[in-house]
């Protein structure tokens, strides 16, 4: 595709070259981000980051990138803080910020309301999830931090087995990341999810049709044998017709040490797209994997700030000009990990 000037609504927007060319200038951001070097590239811009619903790795990597690239950030996180409480459509605050930003990063509960946003704009938009549909810069960090962990491995993506695990039906994260993935070759999906939140058909079919493996669990244990991913989700509580509802699911599968030392092979790779739920009656993904090396999450989230300036250097078409605004770094720095060859650093 071409980047320039275009939205980012859904990865169903790219092709496997353009997924690549993604990683390859995320890889180009690395010096940026570990701050061995600052750039002014995008000084003077400006992005909106207009989060209507809450979010901590997103906003803040998304907004945190921009900046690594010198361009300010404008936010607002609730709809209750936006005029949007007010009424006003999606097609007038489109129409008004677009007036004020060069970019526009949104989150929004309903799905496909960014595309509708995006319809209105004056300048590119990035979907930063719709609802339960899509959020398609969680997969491509994912998809991201897939490629690093399994190169140390000595292998690429195709050819990957991942178990997919949790709320497969309202996790916008796993949409997004299974057509992704479909785009490389040789996938095999272990689907691991309560009876009522299996991933939807019409994704399944779509990764089948592209001539991928699909095997379909209900239970924990062995859906993650013989995986070298697996990826972790919380449910969807904000998705569910009532809390009750939602609490039927609560607890129902839980990784530990325990487990993953008795069902997987010892260089499994874990990923969660976080926040994981750590309330006693939730704990998808337990504590008592923190000091595990394979746990990938805190590399995911480093890596989510790649893949971020990648995107707003690819649309804002920048990607030329980086290195040519690079200043030396004047102020202490500490130490910061984003390889996977740092693992077991805490
Ligand atoms: N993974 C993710 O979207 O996290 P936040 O909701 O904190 O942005």
Known sequence: MDFVGNHILSVGQFDRSDVER???VADDMRPYAM????TRVLEGAIVSNMFFEPSTRTRVSFGSAFNLLGGEVR???E?????LAKGESLYDTARVLSGYSDVIVMRHPEPHSVAEF???SRVPVINGGDGPNEHPSQALLDLYTMRQEIAEQGRGV???SVALIGDLKYGRAVHSLCKLLGLFDDIRLHLISPPGLELPDDIVKAVQA???EVHAFHELEPGIHGVDILYVTRTQEERFPSQAEADRYRGLFRLNQSIYTQHCEPNTVIMHPLPRDSREQAQELDDDLNTNPNLAIFRQTDNGVLVRMALFALVLDVVGEVDNHAQPVTWYTAKRHLSAKDRGVR
Do not use: C, M, W, Y
Request: overall charge positive; glycine content about 8%; cysteine-free.
């Open 75 to 77: 936010e607002t996180t």
């Open 158 to 160: 195709d050819g990957l």
């Open 35 to 38: 701050r061995n070097r600052i």
């Open 22 to 24: 993604i990683f390859q």
């Open 79 to 83: 709809v209750k803080a936006s005029s």
């Open 210 to 212: 592209n001539g991928h």
């Open 118 to 120: 995006a319809q209105a």
